[in-house]
């Protein structure tokens, strides 16, 4: 037959302190007016806001990606 696994410890196991959602970032006030700050996904509709990263836009939730434009340096001669 098969050895018997050794219980651990028993006790009360500590849960870690939840984060925020910080949705108030993506929010601005001005006049009695809520503006949004970052694009919605143009799939998903309102609610779904598009992520800023470096050079693109993401949508969390159907993957939906916008490039960015490259910038074009000046070359020297």
């Known amino acids: 037959m098969a050895d018997k696994k050794k219980a651990g410890p028993k006790g009360k196991v500590e849960s ?7 949705l108030h970032t ?6 009695n007016k809520i503006e949004r700050k970052n694009r919605t996904c143009p799939k998903c509709g309102p609610g779904m806001f598009l992520g800023k990263h470096k050079n693109r836009l993401v949508c969390g939730k159907c993957a939906y990606v916008e ?3 490259k910038k074009e340096e ?3 001669e």
């Not at 870690?16 to 910080?22: A, D, G, I, N, T």
């Not at 993506?26 to 006049?31: A, K, P, R, V």
């Open 16 to 22: 870690k302190p939840k984060k925020s959602r910080k």
């Open 26 to 31: 993506n929010y601005s006030i001005s006049d």
């Open 67 to 69: 490039m960015s434009a």
């Open 74 to 76: 000046p070359k020297e």
